[in-house]
């Protein structure tokens, strides 16, 4: 009995991590074309994507998706199409992120 229940055990623990992985899984800018970028940001509204080999980052659609004091500016990312497409938005302090990023 103790044998099956380390067996199922196994087993569940080894589906958790697959599904787990699954959906840690970001998007990769890199892996798009810049209109199927856009799309998704403007689909879901707030996504975060990865956009380097070590980086990613949130890019949202609207202010709604933004605390109050923060407002919005064009935030670029490399795409399979171009390497400087505006993918979405970011959420910016202004009084911290001036326009020369």
């Known amino acids: 009995m103790k044998r099956a229940y380390t ?3 196994a087993t569940a623990m080894a589906f958790i991590v697959s599904i787990t992985s699954a959906y ?3 998007p990769d800018t890199r892996a798009m074309t810049c209109r199927q970028a856009q799309s ?4 879901y509204g707030a996504v975060v ?3 380097g080999k ?3 980052f949130r890019f949202v659609s609207q202010r709604n998706y933004c605390d109050p004091w923060e407002v919005l500016r064009p935030k670029v990312a490399p795409t399979r199409d ?3 497409c505006i993918v979405g938005y ?4 202004p ?3 001036p326009w020369d990023d």
């Open 54 to 56: 070590y980086t990613y």
């Open 82 to 84: 171009n390497p400087a």
């Open 49 to 51: 994507m990865t956009t």
């Open 40 to 43: 998704l940001v403007e689909r």
């Open 90 to 93: 970011a959420c910016v302090e």
């Open 7 to 9: 067996m199922l055990s």
């Open 95 to 97: 009084l911290f992120a």
């Open 24 to 26: 840690a899984a970001r």
